[in-house]
């Protein structure tokens, strides 16, 4: 692809902003950054990993650029996003905060930087602004875009949270080169998710696409990106608060996933590996709900095994996932909540589906 495709646009109540997606064209941040008008104290927030791998490069960028640069360091891990974390960080931004200053929060890594830093801008002086530089595909395709932030309680995932947009996300390609293969897939699996409820085209090149391809091959990645980016923006423009529903269908393998995380403590699976489990058990409960042919149905279990996500499982205490269910906040009036495949790129969204069903349907991942 070309070294910056065109922008893609999300347009909510919220306000609009630009997701930027290219490979080797890092050099253009500043530019974007000081186009936006966000203030002159940029504040990284990242982990240690990425600051390693790529802050002094990014570092010394932005201060050629003319900001005043400062860094907040965050875990790697699901369990930085908790309460305590969001608390210190906000201590830190008052540290470094000064009158006249005007900071705005750069978030450079995955998912838990996005959605803590993201909550925590929110938070800060009731709001101050922030953008997104995502490091991991499943964050570039998915939790970058959309404005949902968040952290953790004990019962379950993004219990806490706010609807606050970024200003602006910005996509380099090239830092997709550093992620390790388990966390390349666990973002193809929300790539995955896009084609099946709304891109029936990108569903199909993915199905005749190797893992080794887009690895190795940007222009194919960054086709793949662009849809998804695309399937996302257009349902997030459309329906910013998931107020209309539209926005729900994005939950599509979540409603299991988020579950298998919390109950297994976010230690033994990727977010992208519990929500491939997820999809394998909404397409199993929508074709026993006579929803989905069978043909489609055995495409869609077929597809994320291509790019070695796990479609099955050996041993899973079925009882405590089905018990973090129904603390997730996809239950709605008490009542459980399905985005479930109806064809290729087309889902619904199915509430109150019967407990003995939804467990039939659970056993469809355990082998033996």
């Known amino acids: 692809m070309s070294a910056a495709a065109r922008p893609v646009r999300v347009q909510t109540a919220s306000g609009s902003y630009e997701v930027r997606i290219g490979a080797g064209h890092l050099s253009r941040l500043p530019g974007v950054l000081r186009r936006l008008k966000l203030g002159r104290t940029c504040v990284v927030l990242s ?16 201060r050629r650029g003319k900001f005043q640069v400062e860094v907040l360091e965050t875990g ?4 930085s996003k908790s309460f305590h974390e ?3 960080l906000l201590g830190r931004l008052a540290d470094l905060d000064a009158p006249g200053n005007e900071p705005f929060l750069l978030l450079a890594g995955g998912g838990v930087i996005g959605d803590l830093g993201g909550m925590v801008a929110g938070l800060y002086r009731r709001g101050i602004p922030y953008v997104q530089l995502p490091t991991t595909l499943l964050a570039q395709v998915d939790s970058s875009i959309g404005g949902k932030t968040a952290v953790d309680l004990p019962q379950g995932k993004n219990l806490v949270g706010l609807f606050n947009p970024p200003r602006g ?20 699996a929300e790539v995955i998710k896009c084609g099946v409820i709304r891109d029936a085209e990108l569903f199909s090149i993915l199905e005749k696409t190797s893992f080794k391809q887009l690895r190795r091959d ?3 990645l960054g086709r793949i990106i ?12 459309a329906d910013e608060r998931e107020s209309r529903g539209l926005r729900t269908l994005l939950n599509f393998g979540h409603t299991f996933g988020h579950a298998l995380e919390a109950a297994t403590r976010y230690e033994d699976y990727t977010h992208g590996e519990a ?42 205490n079925l009882k405590a996932v089905f018990k973090a269910m129904k603390h997730d906040k996809k239950w709605v009036r008490g009542s459980n909540r399905w985005v479930l495949p109806a064809g290729i790129g ?3 969204v199915r509430e109150g589906v019967r407990d003995a069903l939804v467990l039939q349907s659970m056993h469809v991942i355990l082998e033996g």
């Open 47 to 62: 982990n240690r990993m990425i600051l390693k791998r790529h802050g002094p490069g990014l570092l010394a960028l932005l």
């Open 76 to 79: 790697t891990t699901e369990l």
């Open 86 to 88: 969001a608390e210190r």
């Open 169 to 188: 996300v910005f996509i380099e390609l090239n830092f997709l080169d550093t992620v390790s293969d388990r966390q390349f897939r666990s973002g193809l």
């Open 218 to 220: 940007k222009r194919i």
């Open 226 to 237: 662009a849809r998804a980016v695309r399937v996302k923006a257009d349902v997030v423009s």
């Open 275 to 316: 929500v491939a489990l997820g999809m394998q058990v909404a397409t199993d409960l929508s074709l026993r709900m006579g929803l989905l042919k069978a043909a489609d149905a055995g495409r869609i279990r077929r597809l994320p095994g291509r790019f070695g996500l796990p479609e099955s499982v050996r041993r899973l």
């Open 346 to 348: 087309r889902a619904v």
